[in-house]
């Protein structure tokens, strides 16, 4: 095992503490104290549920400019390393601005833009460690890094709603700010032992200009239709720009994204053969399989809608739920609705090891190899099952059934067990699928999905508020909220189907370094 390592794993693990132990205190932070000038409770859920959901967008939208500025200019190191310390400012903000919208808003977005630009470098930053000698140890480190992640947040996930609740917010969002720094530090202790993997200067053959030449290219005879194709995406960007006014800006730059990378990537794919004309075949091969790459990734993009609103829907359920009483040598404890969350990460850390250990092995005698989209494509469909069950459970509540939020935990473990097979199994999968040059970028993409996840989830929120829509939902017989969660069941439900049928196209590569590259 590469003795670089530790520093990286024990830096992930500080980093999620910091990271989860303010997000999963925020959406209860916002409904009670921050956005309490909203005097109907059901406007101000609404709006703490598109704040933090805005934020999650955020964050997984900044890993396209980290991973550019990491693969392009500054090498990953030093991208993580300077965008680590804007997230501990962010941090420090949040704890300084507890009674001030603006200045707390502000602390947000420097959070969204340090981990979410660091985010994609971490995880492509353990696959630089291997390379050909050792790439058969990087499956056991990627669960180890993921393994630490959850540690991270289960710690967090219990302790920060204590310390919000009976500390304040300043304590409560103080403390993981100064767990970043402690990362940040710890990661660059470890600076002289990493292999660094230089970054590459933008190359005649680099992904946009093939796609470019595709696009442009026309011969005696030739059609245009991917331009066309390409040009409609620009169209319905355009078009989405200019609706922020009623959609809001948020929903329609992250609409404006879907229609430019889906029009643009099928326009591109239709023309693409016309680039060999000018650039080597590698190139235009790389293109292809980026391609592909990023359809695996818009099909994951459901899941993430679901497995995001565990912090934020999950949590509002919860609040209406009776909580457990738990006692213990003679001390009684209550939870709150902010610390089931904390049931995901032990969840993980109980999964990961049983998957490989009991469930992969079994698997495989039975003949049956659990392959990367085979764990992907069950990891949709089973967080499409723990909507079904989160959502069964919010029919009873409705019903005037008092429901214990001990019920949680089995909506939790499914969900859970979907992001093992999703999650984790999705960041081998992205490093090993990318060419060498487009690690970081296709890192960000594979993040980016988490974007986009949660912009269904602001549209879908966005078309409840319409009086028209609430009335066919009324007649029903469903509320508002068991009628989305059945509705996003059904989403993933699909998801899985489509994606299950690719799987079965999908041709898998490697591309994992051959050679060893320089340290310190």
Known sequence: MPRQIPYIIATEGCERFSFYGMRNILTVFLISTLLTFIP?????????????????????????LGGWLAD????????????????????ACLAMFEDNINGFYFGLFLIALGSGGIKPLISSFVGDQFDQTNKNKAKLVYDVFYWMINFGSFFAS??????LRDYGPSV????????????????????????HVPPEPASPDSFMRVARTALLSVGPGESRYGLYVAMLGVAGAVASLAMSFSWGFVISACTAIVMLLAFGGIGTSMQLERARRVHPGHAVDGVRAVLRILIVFALTTPFWSL?????STWVVQAKEMVPPVLTVLGHTFSFVPSQMQALNPIFVMLLIPFNNMVLYPALRRRGIEPSPLRRMTCGIAFSSLAWIVAGTLQVAMDGGTPVSMAWQILPYALLTFAEVLVSATGLEFAYSQAPTSMKGTIMSFWFLGTTIGNLWVLIVNKSVMNEAVIANIASSGFSVMAFQMYFFAAFALLAAIIFGWYA??????????STAVAKG
């Not at 598109?50 to 997984?60: E, P």
């Not at 219990?158 to 310390?163: A, E």
């Not at 409560?172 to 940040?184: E, K, N, S």
Request: glycine letters at 8%.
């Open 40 to 64: 109907d409770e059901a406007q101000r859920t609404g709006e703490a549920k598109h704040v933090f959901h805005t934020f999650v967008i955020g964050v997984y939208f900044f890993p396209l």
């Open 72 to 91: 392009r200019f500054y090498g990953k190191y030093n991208t993580v390393f300077w965008l680590s310390l804007v997230y501990c400012a962010g941090h």
């Open 158 to 163: 219990l302790l920060m709603p204590i310390f």
């Open 172 to 195: 409560a969002f103080g403390i993981p700010g100064i767990l970043m720094f402690i990362a940040t530090m710890v990661f660059w202790f470890g600076k002289k032992k990493y292999s």
């Open 307 to 311: 497995f995001d609103q565990k912090a």
């Open 504 to 513: 079965t196209r999908y041709q898998m590569v490697d591309n994992y370094r």
